[in-house]
């Protein structure tokens, strides 16, 4: 991980599938036993509108986490490999939680906001039906990665969407693009225009960084020491303007030594800092 970090930005598509390649043997052997999981619940009419559980031996009424997964707005799967992202959902699990791991539609077919409206009747579906599946309605985290960041920042920040992140009660955002740019050093500035629309005037509007006052929602923020071009910094930016707003820090996390995908490939894997830290997070909105 750490010669790909040196050199991650020069071929992101690449290094991408050598991350996923190195980690595939340790999660192929990672801890599974115990955990029940259940595939393809339709949240929604969409083919993709669907979603997997994971659920704990024993759980009753044990908190859930609603993970969403990137792709640059056009691309991207549940399950991008055998392993990933499943491996963020039984990783949680293991500690008693349910997992859900949602997919959802993509652009151009489904523009913006259409991933914040797909977050939001992925969690009415789970408030409805995870009693279940041994999960507490009453207790939903959510962790969003990448443009899976996005859905889950505009869910809780874009008055816009008008949801403000109802029905939860924390939210994580890993390497998560919280601004929409389609700059020359944006590698995804394709994706980004697939989805936030041609009318590039629209974007400040369509960012949720530029709507972090909207909600008190506990939020922690986790980037990688080797990102995408700029996401490091749209992530250390919310941070600060919601300290501006709550004159309070948000929990903030830089991970050293990983890059943009290895922060969500390396859970279950035998590295545990990260999930720790979130652990720690949501047992203080317990």
């Not at 997964?69 to 990783?91: C, I, M, Q, S």
């Amino acid at each position: 991980m750490e010669s790909i970090g040196r050199v991650w930005g020069r071929d992101i598509q690449k290094h991408r599938d050598m991350v996923l390649d190195a980690y595939g043997p340790l999660l192929a052997l990672a801890p599974k036993a115990g955990i029940e999981v259940t595939r393809a619940h339709a949240y929604g009419v969409h083919p993709r509108q669907v979603l997997d559980i994971f659920r704990p031996a024993g759980a009753r009424r044990a908190p859930v986490v609603v993970f969403m997964h990137g792709g640059a707005f056009v691309r991207g799967d549940k399950r991008v490999t055998d392993e990933v992202y499943d491996n963020v959902l039984y990783w949680f699990a293991r500690y008693g939680y349910v997992g859900v791991n949602i997919e959802y539609r993509l652009a151009p077919e489904a523009g913006w906001p259409a991933g914040a409206d797909d977050l939001a009747a992925s969690i009415a579906w789970v408030r409805s039906n995870i009693d279940s599946c041994g999960g507490d309605a009453d207790s939903i985290f959510l962790i969003g990665h990448s443009a899976g960041g996005t859905h889950v920042a505009s869910h809780a920040y874009d008055p816009q969407a008008g949801y403000l992140g109802r029905d939860v009660k924390g939210l994580v955002l890993i390497s998560a693009r919280v601004k929409a740019d389609v700059l020359p050093e944006n590698p995804n500035a394709a994706g980004v225009r697939a989805y936030f629309g041609a009318d590039e005037s629209l974007y400040e509007t369509r960012s949720p960084l530029n709507h972090a006052a909207a909600s008190p929602l506990p939020v922690m923020i986790a980037i990688a020491e080797y990102e995408n071009p700029l996401l490091d910094l749209y992530g250390l930016e919310l941070a600060h303007r919601i300290a501006l707003v709550r004159r309070s820090a948000p929990r903030f996390v830089r991970l050293a030594g990983h890059n943009h995908i290895s922060m969500v490939a390396h859970f279950n894997s035998g590295e545990d800092f990260l999930g720790r830290e979130i652990l720690d997070f949501f047992t203080q909105l317990k």
